[in-house]
């Protein structure tokens, strides 16, 4: 019943930007934190930015702290990550995950999308 589903990724050069998005359905969107959540070629999942249920409150790793930008429409039921200023180990799969709690902390992923690709390359 929990849908997450990404799209915007793409082919980008080094120092480009995307968005983007996740379209939720099949859960109240507007009572969970969310997170993106990557995982690039060779390595293990990375846990990019979070957000709590209002968007209030947000969290980044410092890979991409100054850089990338999450929100949340949860009107539209949306997540959204801007990326701007990416670098080619930007390059990976990237995951919009429902957590198990409202706000940020150690939260658990208990839905996750398909994933959407992201490749930085000149």
């Known amino acids: 019943q929990v849908q997450l589903v990404e799209s915007g990724g793409g082919l980008v050069q080094p120092g480009g930007s995307l968005r983007l998005s996740c379209a939720a359905s099949?859960?109240?969107?507007?009572?969970?934190?969310m997170s993106w959540v990557r995982q690039a070629p060779g390595k293990g999942l990375e846990r990019v930015s979070d957000i709590s249920r209002r968007g209030g409150s947000t969290g980044y790793a410092d890979s991409v702290k100054g850089r990338f930008t999450i929100s949340r429409d949860n009107a539209k039921n949306t997540l959204y990550l801007q990326m701007n200023s990416l670098k080619p180990e930007d390059t990976a799969v990237y995951y919009c995950?429902?957590?198990?709690?409202?706000?940020?902390?150690?939260?658990?992923?208990?839905?996750w999308g398909q994933g959407t690709q992201v490749t930085v390359s000149s």
């Open positions: 995950t429902k957590t198990t709690n409202s706000g940020l902390g150690p939260n658990e992923y208990d839905y």
């Open positions: 099949g859960f109240t969107f507007s009572s969970y934190a």
